[in-house]
C-alpha cells in the first residue's frame, strides 16, 4: 500500500468514529441492539464511541503502513487460500480442475507487476469562489417551521432544520421537465447522461482523484433525469457543508469530457444489461413494463444493443440542457444545519448556477394503459412456483386526503387478504396488496395485487383475493378492523417523523404535486377522519376489477 492510500484510510476511519460519538444519543435500537449481541457472542469488551475513538487516535500514530503491509501478507498465504466456482450445470461448460486453477495462480505470481502509482491532485474542489447574490424574498412558514428563500437566479430553497440526526443534513432537488421534453431516439441517452457525467468527474479531477480529494469527508450526491423531472439528491454532515456545496457547483457547471471514462461506463452498463437478461425475476419485471405501459418508448426497458449506440456528445448536450437553467429548480434541505451558514452557500453556490427564466412542464409521451380485461402468462425459470400480478389503472382526481386514504386501504387489503389467502388456505408463499394515487403524467388511481404460490393453486387463489377486495368493497369492514389500521397508521407516522428523510421526500413531492411542502402536518388530522364509508367510496370509484384488470401470470418454463 502506499502511504497516500494509508493516509485516506486513516482518514475515512477517524471520520466515522468521530460521527458515531456525535450520533450516540440518536443511534437506532436496532443497531445497538446487534453490536450488544455481537460483543455477548464473541466475548468481546463492550466499550462507548468516544473510548474507541480514543484507542483509534492512539493506535494510528503508532502503526505505519510497513506494518499494514506486514499484515496484509500474513493474512494470504498457500496454507489458507480457497478457490470458489459456480456457474450453470451445463455439458458444453468447462469447468478447470483444480490443478489449472492452482497452476493458474502460480503463472500470476510469478508475472512482474508494476508498483501500483498513487497520482493525487493537489488542488482545491474549486478555485475562485463566486460573489454572493442577494435572497430576493425569505418566508418562514409558521406552523412547519420550514424557511424559503428565492434567490437571485429564480430558484427556491426550503430548509427545515431538525435535531433527529446530530451530523446530517439531507438534500434534493427537482425541476420538471425530464426525458418528457426530447424524442423517443434520445430517450436512452438522456437516462444515462448524469451516470456518464458522474464518473467522469469536473474539470481537472477525474473520478479517481475526486474520491481521493473527498476522502474522510461525509459527503454523498447523484443526479437523475427521470421521465418528467430531473433531481438532485444527496447528503452531507455540517462540518463538510461547503465542500459538499462546491462539489455540486462544479459537476454542475464544469463536467469533465473524458472519452476513457464514457468508454468504461458504456461497457459497465452494457454488461450489466445483458447479465441481467439472465436473471427471470429481471426479464419478469420488464416485460410487466412493457404489457402496463403500452410499450412507450420513454417507459420500456432499453436494450444492450441501445446503451452501444449512446453518442458521447448528445449525453453531453442533454445533461448541460437539463442542468444548464435553475430558474425553475427547487431546492430541499432537511438535517442540523447553521441557518445563516446555510443561507450564505445558497447566495454564493445556488444562487450563481446558470440561469435562463425558461417556463418548462413535462411533455405529452402519449402514455396509453390497455383497456378491458388482459391476462399475459409467461413462463420463465425452472423453480416450481409461479406469481401472478393483477394491476387495476382507473383515472380520477388528485386529492390529498384521497392519497391518504390510499394508505389506510393498503394496510387494510394487506390484512385482510394475510387471514384469507394465506392462514384460510394454507396456499400462498406470499400475497400483497398495494394502492396509490398519482398525478404525473395524468392523475390515475393504482391497485396492485401480488401472489406468490405453487403453479397448480394460481387460479383458486387469484380469485380469493379479488373475492375478498369485493367483500370489502361491499363494506365488510368491521370497528374494530378499521380501528387497528388507524392505530398502526398513527405508530408508523410517529417513527417516520423522527427521520430526516421522511420530511425530506414529503416536502419534495408535496411540492411536486401541488401542495404546501408542510402538507406533512395534516396527515394525523386525515387518519382521524378515517372512516368505513371514505374507503369504501375508493374502492368502488377506482377498484373496477370487474371491466378493468391486467393480470399477468408468471409460470416455469415447461421445457426447463
Same mark, same amino acid.
Given at each position: 500500500?502506499?502511504?497516500?492510500?494509508f493516509?485516506?484510510?486513516l482518514s475515512?476511519?477517524?471520520t466515522?468514529?468521530?460521527r458515531?460519538v456525535?450520533?450516540?444519543?440518536?443511534?437506532g435500537?436496532?443497531?445497538?441492539?446487534?453490536?450488544?449481541?455481537?460483543k455477548?457472542l464473541?466475548?468481546?469488551p463492550?466499550?462507548?464511541?468516544?473510548?474507541q475513538l480514543?484507542?483509534?487516535n492512539?493506535?494510528?500514530?503508532?502503526i505505519?503502513?510497513?506494518?499494514?503491509?506486514?499484515?496484509?501478507s500474513a493474512?494470504i498465504?498457500d496454507?489458507n487460500?480457497?478457490?470458489t466456482l459456480?456457474?450453470?450445470?451445463?455439458p458444453?461448460?468447462?469447468?478447470?480442475a483444480e490443478?489449472e486453477?492452482?497452476?493458474?495462480?502460480?503463472?500470476?505470481?510469478?508475472q512482474?507487476?508494476?508498483?501500483?502509482?498513487d497520482e493525487?491532485l493537489?488542488?482545491?474542489?474549486l478555485?475562485?469562489i463566486p460573489n454572493?447574490?442577494k435572497?430576493?424574498?425569505?418566508?418562514?412558514?409558521?406552523k412547519? =417551521?420550514?424557511t424559503?428563500w428565492?434567490?437571485a437566479n429564480?430558484?427556491?430553497v426550503?430548509?427545515?432544520?431538525t435535531?433527529?440526526?446530530?451530523?446530517?443534513?439531507?438534500?434534493s432537488?427537482?425541476?420538471?421537465g425530464?426525458?418528457?421534453?426530447y424524442?423517443?431516439?434520445?430517450?436512452?441517452?438522456?437516462r444515462?447522461?448524469t451516470?456518464?457525467v458522474?464518473?467522469?468527474?469536473?474539470?481537472?479531477f477525474?473520478?479517481i482523484?475526486?474520491?481521493?480529494a473527498?476522502?474522510?469527508?461525509?459527503?454523498?450526491?447523484?443526479?437523475d433525469?427521470?421521465?418528467?423531472?430531473?433531481?438532485?439528491?444527496g447528503?452531507?454532515a455540517?462540518?463538510?457543508?461547503?465542500?459538499?456545496f462546491?462539489?455540486?457547483?462544479?459537476i454542475?457547471?464544469?463536467?469533465r469530457?473524458? &472519452?476513457?471514462?464514457?468508454?468504461?461506463y458504456?461497457?459497465?452498463?452494457?454488461?450489466?444489461?445483458?447479465?441481467?437478461?439472465?436473471?427471470?425475476e429481471?426479464v419478469?419485471?420488464?416485460?410487466?413494463?412493457?404489457?402496463?405501459?403500452?410499450n412507450?418508448?420513454?417507459?420500456?426497458?432499453e436494450?444492450a444493443?441501445e446503451?452501444?449506440?449512446?453518442?458521447?456528445?448528445?449525453?453531453l448536450e442533454?445533461?448541460m440542457?437539463?442542468? =444548464?437553467?435553475?430558474?425553475d429548480?427547487?431546492?430541499f434541505f432537511?438535517g442540523?444545519?447553521?441557518e445563516?451558514?446555510?443561507k450564505?452557500?445558497?447566495?454564493?453556490?445556488?444562487?450563481?448556477?446558470p440561469s435562463?427564466?425558461?417556463?418548462?412542464?413535462?411533455g405529452?409521451?402519449?402514455l396509453?394503459?390497455?383497456?378491458g380485461?388482459?391476462t399475459?402468462?409467461?413462463?420463465?425459470?425452472k423453480d416450481?412456483?409461479s406469481m401472478?400480478l393483477?394491476?387495476?389503472?382507473h383515472?380520477?382526481?388528485?386529492?390529498l386526503?384521497?392519497?391518504i386514504?390510499?394508505?389506510?386501504?393498503?394496510?387494510?387489503?394487506?390484512?385482510?387478504l394475510?387471514?384469507?389467502?394465506?392462514?384460510?388456505?394454507?396456499?400462498a408463499?406470499?400475497v400483497?396488496?398495494?394502492?396509490?394515487?398519482?398525478?404525473?403524467?395524468?392523475?390515475k388511481?393504482?391497485f396492485?395485487?401480488m401472489?406468490y404460490?405453487?403453479?397448480d393453486r394460481?387460479e383458486e387463489?387469484?380469485?380469493?383475493?379479488?373475492a375478498?377486495l369485493?367483500?370489502?368493497?361491499? =363494506?365488510?369492514?368491521?370497528?374494530s378492523?378499521?380501528?387497528s389500521?388507524?392505530?398502526?397508521l398513527q405508530?408508523?407516522?410517529? &417513527?417516520?417523523?423522527?427521520?430526516?428523510?421522511?420530511?425530506?421526500?414529503q416536502?419534495?413531492s408535496?411540492?411536486a404535486?401541488?401542495?404546501p411542502?408542510?402538507?406533512y402536518?395534516?396527515?394525523?388530522?386525515?387518519?382521524e377522519k378515517l372512516?368505513?364509508k371514505?374507503?369504501?367510496k375508493?374502492?368502488?370509484?377506482?377498484?373496477?376489477?370487474?371491466?378493468?384488470?391486467?393480470?399477468?401470470?408468471?409460470?416455469?418454463?415447461t421445457?426447463?
Amino acid at each position: 500500500f502506499t502511504q497516500g492510500e494509508f493516509q485516506r484510510a486513516l482518514s475515512s476511519l477517524q471520520t466515522n468514529l468521530e460521527r458515531r460519538v456525535l450520533e450516540k444519543d440518536k443511534e437506532g435500537s436496532n443497531r445497538l441492539t446487534w453490536s450488544y449481541l455481537g460483543k455477548v457472542l464473541f466475548d468481546q469488551p463492550l466499550i462507548g464511541e468516544e473510548q474507541q475513538l480514543m484507542l483509534f487516535n492512539l493506535a494510528k500514530e503508532l502503526i505505519k503502513v510497513e506494518d499494514v503491509d506486514r499484515a496484509f501478507s500474513a493474512l494470504i498465504t498457500d496454507e489458507n487460500f480457497v478457490f470458489t466456482l459456480r456457474g450453470p450445470n451445463k455439458p458444453e461448460i468447462h469447468y478447470p480442475a483444480e490443478e489449472e486453477v492452482f497452476a493458474l495462480r502460480k503463472g500470476i505470481q510469478s508475472q512482474v507487476i508494476n508498483p501500483y502509482v498513487d497520482e493525487t491532485l493537489e488542488q482545491p474542489l474549486l478555485t475562485g469562489i463566486p460573489n454572493p447574490r442577494k435572497i430576493r424574498k425569505t418566508q418562514v412558514l409558521k406552523k412547519s =417551521g420550514i424557511t424559503k428563500w428565492v434567490l437571485a437566479n429564480g430558484a427556491t430553497v426550503y430548509a427545515l432544520k431538525t435535531t433527529n440526526k446530530n451530523d446530517e443534513i439531507l438534500f434534493s432537488a427537482y425541476s420538471p421537465g425530464g426525458l418528457s421534453l426530447y424524442p423517443p431516439e434520445d430517450v436512452v441517452t438522456a437516462r444515462h447522461a448524469t451516470g456518464i457525467v458522474f464518473e467522469s468527474g469536473f474539470g481537472d479531477f477525474n473520478r479517481i482523484n475526486l474520491n481521493k480529494a473527498l476522502a474522510g469527508k461525509t459527503l454523498y450526491l447523484n443526479a437523475d433525469i427521470g421521465v418528467f423531472e430531473e433531481n438532485l439528491r444527496g447528503s452531507f454532515a455540517p462540518r463538510d457543508a461547503e465542500s459538499f456545496f462546491q462539489y455540486l457547483f462544479q459537476i454542475l457547471t464544469n463536467p469533465r469530457n473524458c &472519452s476513457d471514462s464514457f468508454a468504461s461506463y458504456l461497457q459497465k452498463q452494457i454488461t450489466f444489461e445483458e447479465n441481467s437478461q439472465l436473471d427471470p425475476e429481471t426479464v419478469f419485471w420488464e416485460t410487466v413494463e412493457v404489457i402496463t405501459n403500452g410499450n412507450n418508448p420513454y417507459l420500456r426497458p432499453e436494450t444492450a444493443t441501445e446503451i452501444k449506440q449512446i453518442d458521447h456528445k448528445r449525453a453531453l448536450e442533454i445533461y448541460m440542457d437539463r442542468f =444548464g437553467d435553475f430558474s425553475d429548480f427547487t431546492f430541499f434541505f432537511v438535517g442540523n444545519f447553521e441557518e445563516q451558514t446555510l443561507k450564505r452557500f445558497s447566495e454564493v453556490y445556488l444562487a450563481n448556477l446558470p440561469s435562463l427564466k425558461r417556463k418548462e412542464k413535462p411533455g405529452n409521451i402519449r402514455l396509453q394503459y390497455p383497456q378491458g380485461q388482459l391476462t399475459r402468462t409467461i413462463n420463465l425459470g425452472k423453480d416450481e412456483k409461479s406469481m401472478v400480478l393483477g394491476i387495476n389503472i382507473h383515472k380520477s382526481k388528485f386529492k390529498l386526503q384521497d392519497q391518504i386514504a390510499m394508505g389506510a386501504l393498503e394496510q387494510l387489503m394487506s390484512e385482510k387478504l394475510r387471514i384469507n389467502i394465506r392462514e384460510a388456505r394454507s396456499g400462498a408463499y406470499a400475497v400483497q396488496f398495494q394502492a396509490d394515487l398519482k398525478k404525473v403524467p395524468d392523475s390515475k388511481s393504482l391497485f396492485y395485487t401480488m401472489l406468490y404460490c405453487a403453479p397448480d393453486r394460481h387460479e383458486e387463489l387469484f380469485s380469493a383475493i379479488y373475492a375478498t377486495l369485493d367483500s370489502v368493497k361491499a =363494506g365488510n369492514i368491521t370497528s374494530s378492523e378499521l380501528a387497528s389500521v388507524k392505530t398502526t397508521l398513527q405508530k408508523n407516522l410517529e &417513527s417516520q417523523m423522527i427521520s430526516n428523510r421522511f420530511f425530506l421526500e414529503q416536502m419534495r413531492s408535496n411540492f411536486a404535486d401541488g401542495f404546501p411542502v408542510d402538507s406533512y402536518l395534516k396527515i394525523k388530522q386525515q387518519y382521524e377522519k378515517l372512516d368505513r364509508k371514505r374507503l369504501i367510496k375508493l374502492l368502488k370509484k377506482y377498484m373496477t376489477h370487474e371491466e378493468d384488470l391486467i393480470r399477468i401470470i408468471r409460470l416455469p418454463r415447461t421445457d426447463a
